[in-house]
Nanobody, 122 residues
Framework: QVQLRETGGGLVQAGGSLRLSCTVSGRLVTTYVVGWFRQAPGKERDIVARILWIGGREYYADSVKGRFTVSRVTGKNTIELQMDSLKPEDTAVYYC???????????????WGQGTQVTVSS
C-alpha cells in the first residue's frame, strides 16, 4: 500500500520553529492533494494546511496563517510544513495525508502517515 512518513517533530520553546517533512512512497502514481492535520489531546483532528500537487495552491487554517508554510520539495515525493512562531496551543500530533478531493475533512483523505509529536513549551 501507499505509505506516508512524517519526520521533524520534537519539543521546542514557544516562539521557536520546526520543519516537518512528509515523504510518500509506494504505488501512488498520481497525487492530487496533500494535507497536514493535527490532533491535540481531547480535541478533534483538524486540518492545518493543504496543497494541491499540481499548481501548488495552498490552504491554511486561520489559526496558523502567517506562521506556517506548506511547500513541495522539488524533485521528490515530499512536502514540508515550516512552522514558525510556535505557540503552546500548537502542541499536537501532526499527520500528513493524501486525498483526491479538495474537501477538508479527515474522512476524505485516503492515505495517512503515522503522525509525529510536536510539543511547544510555554
Amino acid at each position: 500500500q501507499v505509505q506516508l512518513r512524517e519526520t521533524g517533530g520534537g519539543l521546542v520553546q514557544a516562539g521557536g520553529s520546526l520543519r516537518l517533512s512528509c515523504t510518500v512512497s509506494g504505488r501512488l502514481v498520481t497525487t492530487y492533494v496533500v494535507g497536514w492535520f493535527r490532533q491535540a489531546p481531547g480535541k478533534e483532528r483538524d486540518i492545518v494546511a493543504r496543497i494541491l500537487w499540481i499548481g501548488g495552491r495552498e490552504y491554511y487554517a486561520d489559526s496558523v496563517k502567517g506562521r506556517f508554510t506548506v511547500s513541495r520539495v522539488t524533485g521528490k515525493n515530499t512536502i514540508e510544513l515550516q512552522m514558525d512562531s510556535l505557540k503552546p496551543e500548537d502542541t499536537a500530533v501532526y499527520y500528513c495525508a493524501v486525498a483526491f478531493t479538495e474537501r477538508l475533512n479527515p474522512p476524505d483523505y485516503r492515505y495517512w502517515g503515522q503522525g509525529t509529536q510536536v510539543t511547544v513549551s510555554s
